[in-house]
């Protein structure tokens, strides 16, 4: 059974920092493609940072310097790491299990960035 299961989201005041964990089963986790999409309340899910499977990341323009994306192959898990964070990065954090055969959703984690 695939199991995505996210942690770490939370309330957090502007220029805070806050590290999301997705832990991963049922899946050769070391094979895929690892993602964090978010989705802002009124918007459509988007892309956020990538990490493919030999370690290359990937991350959309707002958050290059201030998110780091990191993947444990042996404890199955991926990490996003985010720093100075701003209001707009509010949203329900998703992450994303991706290879050609499959594509697997976890339950999302809400992000509020607020004073």
């Known amino acids: 059974q695939v199991q995505l299961v996210e942690s770490g989201g939370g309330l957090v005041q502007p220029g805070g920092s806050l590290r999301l964990s997705c832990a991963a089963s049922?899946?050769?986790?070391?094979?895929?493609?690892m993602n964090w999409y978010r989705q802002a309340p009124g918007k459509q899910r988007a892309l956020v940072a990538q990490?493919?499977?030999?370690?290359?990341?990937n991350y959309i323009d707002s958050v290059k310097g201030r998110f780091t994306i990191s993947r444990d192959n042996v404890k199955k898990t991926v990490y996003l790491q985010m720093n100075s964070l701003k209001p707009e990065d509010t949203a329900v954090y998703y992450c994303?299990?991706?290879?050609?055969?499959?594509?697997?959703w976890g339950q999302g984690t809400q992000v509020s960035v607020s004073s």
């Open positions: 994303n299990a991706w290879w050609t055969a499959a594509s697997y």
């Open positions: 049922g899946f050769m986790f070391s094979t895929y493609t």
């Open positions: 990490i493919n499977s030999s370690g290359f990341t």
